[in-house]
């Protein structure tokens, strides 16, 4: 069982900057591709950025598109999504989860229990 634990949460101004962490408990992370999803109040969860196992290739969120960036350090069992230009759109609880090479269906494996990100004015 991969436990997720995000950090990096808080309170940023509008056009400021965050970024998150998602530290992986074990595993070969290496083996996993890594997601970032987020769920405002009253809306439902979806996909921010995604990253493959061997962090070639990404995806991104038609609306955050040239502001994050994600990426993976296997090295330190960690995803990472960086957050510039933040619009109050923004403003959510963001999870991470992780999805097992060979596992093909639109399911992830693991999901981390998320970290708040609250931008103001």
């Known amino acids: 069982q991969v436990q997720l634990v995000e950090s990096g949460g808080g309170l940023v101004q509008a056009g400021g900057s965050l970024r998150l962490s998602c530290l992986a408990s074990?595993?070969?992370?290496?083996?996993?591709?890594m997601g970032w999803f987020r769920q405002a109040p009253g809306k439902e969860r979806d996909t921010v950025a995604s990253?493959?196992?061997?962090?070639?290739?990404?995806f991104y969120k038609d609306s955050v598109k040239g502001r994050f960036t994600i990426s993976k350090d296997n090295a330190k069992n960690t995803v990472y999504l960086q957050m510039n230009s933040v619009k109050f759109d923004d403003t959510a609880v963001y999870y991470c989860?992780?999805?097992?090479?060979?596992?093909?269906?639109?399911?992830?494996?693991?999901w981390g229990q998320g970290t708040q990100v609250t931008v103001s004015s």
């Open positions: 989860a992780a999805k097992r090479i060979g596992n093909h269906s639109p399911g992830w494996d693991y």
């Open positions: 074990e595993g070969t992370f290496s083996n996993y591709g």
């Open positions: 990253i493959s196992p061997n962090g070639e290739n990404t």
